[in-house]
C-alpha cells in the first residue's frame, strides 16, 4: 500500500493515523465560523497569488468562495432544523478537472465535516497552488482547521480506500462509469451516504431569431462566452459543450453562418498538438463511418475549431468518446423542445441564448428522463454550485437533527 501524504497535520503519518486525527476532530455545526474564515482566507490568497489570471479555473474558484457568496447559500437553509456534520467525508477526486475536489471538499467543511482526499497521481500547477496556498494558511498557525482534512495520492488499489470507507459517513466519488462501478463495490460504513458524479455530457442551443436581434459586438461578445465554455479544461469537464443545436430551422441559415464568423473571431487564439488533432480526426472518421454526421468539407486545422453537421436521427451518439479540444457536432431544429427525444438520462448542462424563461420551462416540463439538472446562460457552463447533477450537496453533506417535537411546545 503505497501512499503519499500531499497535505496533512504533521502528527499524520499513515492511513490508520490519518482516520483517528480526522475522528478526534470530531464534526462541527453547519456553517461554523471557523470553516467559513478558513475558506474566505484562501480564496483571499488564491486571487492574490502571482499570475493567477493565467489559471481561469483557480480564479472562478476564489470567486466563488467569497464570503458573500457563501453567506447567500446559507441563506437558502431554514434556521428551523438543526444541522450538523455527518464525520469523515471520503472524496475521490477526477483526473480532468484539477479544481473540482477543493469545491466539494470546502462543501463539505460548511457542512461540519472532516474529510480525506484521494486526488489524481497526474501532478498540474493548479494542484501544486492549491496544496501551497494549505501549507501557507497551516503554518499561520490555523491548524485546527488545516487539521481538519488530508490530501493524498495513491495508486488505483483498493486498499486505501476500503480502509477510509470503513470508517466515512459520506461518500464523494468524481470520474468516469469505470471508476465509480469500481469503488462502489468496496463496502462502505453501514450509516455512510454515497454521492456519485459519472460520466456526464452537455450541450448548448441557440434561437437563431435571438442572433437576428443583436449588433455584431454583442454577437462577438456572446461567441466568446461560448468559447470559454469549450476552452477550459479542453473541453473535457462535464458540463462542457460538445453539441450545439441551432433553433430555427432545420438547415444552416443566415444566422448561423453570422454566428459561425464571429465564433471563428473569438477562437482565433485556439492550439492543439499534432496528438490532438489526430483525435478529432478519428474521433470524426468514426462518425461519419457510422452514420452520426453529414459527410463535408470539415477543418482539422491546429488552430480552428472543428464543426461537424450532425444527423439528427442516427442512433449513434456524438457523446461517445468525444476528444474534446475545440470539437462541437451540430443539429438543426424548428423549436427548442424538439430536443427533448434527443435528450439522455446521462445529460448534464444545457447552456442556451435567445429563449424566454416560458420556453425553458416549456422544455424542462416535457422531459421524459432525468436528463438535464442545469439549465445556464452560455458562458456559464462550467460554473459551479452547490446544487450539482440534481444533488443538494450542502443538504446531503450535513445531518439533520430532528428538533420538532421540542418546539411544539
Known amino acids: ?3 503519499d501524504f500531499l497535505f496533512s497535520d504533521k502528527n499524520i ?5 490519518a482516520i483517528e486525527h480526522l475522528k478526534s476532530c470530531g464534526v462541527w455545526d453547519f456553517f461554523d465560523e471557523r470553516a467559513i474564515t478558513f475558506i474566505t482566507k484562501f480564496a483571499s490568497l488564491l486571487l492574490k497569488y502571482p499570475n493567477i489570471k493565467q489559471y481561469p479555473d483557480l480564479v472562478a474558484l476564489a470567486y466563488w468562495f467569497r464570503r458573500a457568496n457563501i453567506n447567500k447559500m446559507y441563506s437558502n437553509y431554514s434556521s428551523d432544523i438543526f444541522r450538523r ?3 469523515i467525508s471520503l472524496h475521490i477526486a477526477p483526473s480532468n478537472v484539477d479544481t473540482i475536489f477543493v469545491y466539494s471538499f470546502f462543501l463539505s467543511l460548511l457542512s461540519g465535516n472532516t474529510s480525506f482526499i484521494r486526488v489524481s497521481q497526474k501532478t498540474s500547477p493548479q494542484l501544486d497552488i492549491i496544496l501551497e496556498l494549505f501549507q501557507k494558511l497551516y503554518d499561520a498557525g490555523d491548524t485546527e482547521t488545516s487539521g481538519r482534512f488530508v490530501i493524498c495520492t495513491y495508486p488505483h488499489e483498493n486498499t486505501t480506500t476500503a480502509i477510509v470507507s470503513r470508517h466515512c459517513e459520506l461518500r464523494i466519488i468524481w470520474g468516469g462509469n469505470h471508476t465509480i462501478k469500481t469503488i462502489t463495490a468496496i463496502p462502505l460504513n453501514p450509516t455512510a451516504l454515497e454521492l456519485k458524479f459519472p460520466n456526464r455530457s452537455s450541450f448548448a442551443a441557440i434561437n ?3 442572433i437576428a436581434k443583436i449588433h455584431d459586438r454583442e454577437l462577438i461578445k ?9 476552452q477550459l479544461f479542453g473541453q473535457q469537464a462535464c458540463s462542457s459543450p460538445l453539441a450545439l443545436f441551432f433553433v ?6 443566415e444566422q448561423y453562418f453570422r454566428f459561425i464568423d464571429a465564433f471563428k473571431l473569438a477562437s482565433d487564439n485556439h492550439q492543439l498538438s499534432s496528438s490532438e488533432v489526430m483525435n478529432r480526426y478519428v474521433y470524426s472518421s468514426s462518425l461519419a463511418i457510422n452514420g452520426a454526421i ?10 480552428e475549431i472543428t464543426f461537424l453537421k450532425g444527423n439528427i436521427n442516427s442512433h449513434s451518439s456524438f457523446r461517445n468518446d468525444h476528444p474534446g479540444n475545440g470539437t462541437l457536432i451540430q443539429f438543426f431544429l424548428l423549436k427548442l423542445t424538439d430536443i427533448i427525444k434527443y435528450i439522455r438520462p446521462e445529460d448534464q448542462t444545457l447552456s442556451v441564448y435567445g429563449f424566454s424563461e416560458n420556453e425553458i420551462s416549456a422544455l424542462l416540463s416535457s422531459l421524459i428522463n432525468r436528463g438535464i439538472d442545469r439549465v445556464v446562460p452560455i458562458g456559464q457552463a462550467l460554473e459551479f454550485n452547490n446544487i450539482w447533477d440534481g ?6 453533506m450535513s445531518r439533520k437533527i430532528d428538533i420538532s417535537k421540542l418546539k411544539r411546545k
Open 1 to 3: 500500500m503505497s501512499i
Open 208 to 210: 437563431s431569431a435571438a
Open 391 to 396: 444533488v443538494d450537496l450542502l443538504e446531503t
Open 222 to 230: 456572446l461567441c466568446q462566452s461560448f468559447y470559454s465554455d469549450i
Open 294 to 303: 453529414n459527410k463535408s468539407d470539415i477543418s482539422f486545422k491546429h488552430n
Open 13 to 17: 503519518s499513515c492511513v490508520n493515523g
Open 85 to 87: 456534520g455527518r464525520g
Open 248 to 253: 430555427g430551422s432545420t438547415e444552416p441559415c
